[in-house]
């Protein structure tokens, strides 16, 4: 079945400095990939999603771009802010195991201290 | 932006009580979707629900536990009986018809079996 696999956390920083969040993915199909972000108390939300190969997606600053050979989907950030605190999800969504079962990464978990 | 919301937030039961789950959807989005997370693992898909049947369950979606939304009311997700191994946080998630891949999820029910 599919898998995704991301950087374990959590990933401390500090305000202003660079962010990379790795994710690798095996899928035997052509995915959708998307980054949810969780802050405390609420359900994931949608932070961007690629459906194509080679693209980049980005929203609030965050970007990653879809690599089909490497099977990666690495989430950056040049500057992050305290407010990006929260736990970061890889996920897939796979024609092949379901137009719309979403398959999620263990989650990162974020920390930017001031 | 639209909210799932989901009742209770937190339950305890006892192995072998029945239990119910509720999830009231953003309101016009007619797919619905449970995922568990069980702690320091990833979210796994459970089931998917369309026009009042399931669509879609995966391996963790046991003959103890049942969908419905009876009259356009709650979401449900319904465990009888239940066993230790289903103690985790339950995700509700819905989706309209035009962006099946934009699933917005509610806040989860942690669910305690002792």
């Known amino acids: 079945g599919d898998s995704v696999t991301q950087t374990e956390g959590p990933v401390t920083l500090s305000e202003g400095t660079s962010l990379t969040v790795n994710c690798s993915y095996e899928t035997k199909q052509y995915p959708t990939l998307f980054w949810y972000v969780q802050y405390p108390g609420e359900g994931p939300q949608l932070l961007f999603k690629v459906p194509k190969a080679n693209e980049k997606g980005s929203n609030r600053g965050f970007e990653a771009t879809y690599n089909k050979e490497a099977t990666s989907f690495h989430l950056q950030k040049a500057s992050v802010q305290e407010s990006d605190s929260a736990v970061y999800y890889c996920?897939?969504?796979?024609?092949?195991?379901?137009?719309?079962?979403?398959?999620f990464g263990k989650g990162t978990q974020l920390i930017i201290q001031p | 932006g639209p909210k799932v919301l989901q009742i209770p937030s937190h339950q305890i039961i006892d192995m072998g009580q029945m239990v119910t789950l509720n999830c009231d959807p953003v309101?016009?989005?007619?797919?619905f979707y449970w995922y568990k997370q069980i702690l320091g693992q990833q979210m796994e898909f459970l089931v998917n629900?369309?026009?009042?049947?399931?669509?879609?369950k995966s391996k963790l979606f046991k003959d103890q536990f049942s969908v419905e939304r009876p009259d356009g009311s709650y979401f449900t997700l319904k465990i009888q009986p239940t066993a230790l191994e289903d103690s985790a946080v339950y995700f509700c998630?819905?989706?309209?018809?035009?962006?099946?891949?934009?699933?917005?999820f509610g806040p989860g029910t942690r669910l305690t079996v002792l």
């Open positions: 309101s016009n989005h007619l797919y």
């Open positions: 998630a819905s989706s309209s018809r035009d962006r099946v891949y934009e699933q917005y």
């Open positions: 996920a897939l969504s796979d024609l092949a195991e379901g137009a719309d079962r979403l398959t």
């Open positions: 629900f369309y026009n009042g049947k399931v669509m879609e």
